[in-house]
């Protein structure tokens, strides 16, 4: 089982940054592929970006390429995700989630998920 604990989000003006933090419970977090996503009010959740488990490999969502960078801190088993150049258009509650396989990969569900933090990003 893995707990996953998300932190960071709030309001912030257009143009903006942010940097949303998810904490793992347990020792096998280097054993997972991690993720974020995000859910806007309306609208299906939808891919933000991902990592490998080493973190020498990532991907993003063409929407944030550029502005948002997915990284990872073994030791504390968090993973982060720094959001620069914010747009009103990022609005959404965004979720980590822990996929059980060392590469990220769309074939397969996520295994765990973190409860939420909302980002509002004022215009």
């Known amino acids: 089982q893995v707990q996953l604990v998300e932190s960071g989000g709030g309001l912030v003006q257009a143009g903006g940054s942010l940097r949303l933090s998810c904490v793992a419970s347990g020792r096998t977090f280097r054993s997972y592929a991690m993720g974020w996503f995000r859910q806007a009010p309306g609208k299906e959740r939808e891919f933000v970006a991902a990592?490998?488990?080493?973190?020498?490999?990532?991907t993003a969502a063409d929407s944030v390429k550029g502005r948002f960078t997915i990284s990872r801190d073994n030791a504390k088993n968090t993973v982060y995700l720094q959001m620069n150049s914010l747009k009103p258009e990022d609005t959404a509650v965004y979720y980590c989630?822990?996929?059980?396989?060392?590469?990220?990969?769309?074939?397969?569900?996520?295994?765990?998920w973190g409860q939420g933090t909302q980002v509002t990003v004022s215009s």
């Open positions: 989630a822990a996929q059980a396989q060392l590469i990220p990969t769309t074939t397969r569900p996520y295994d765990y």
């Open positions: 990592i490998s488990w080493s973190g020498g490999s990532t």
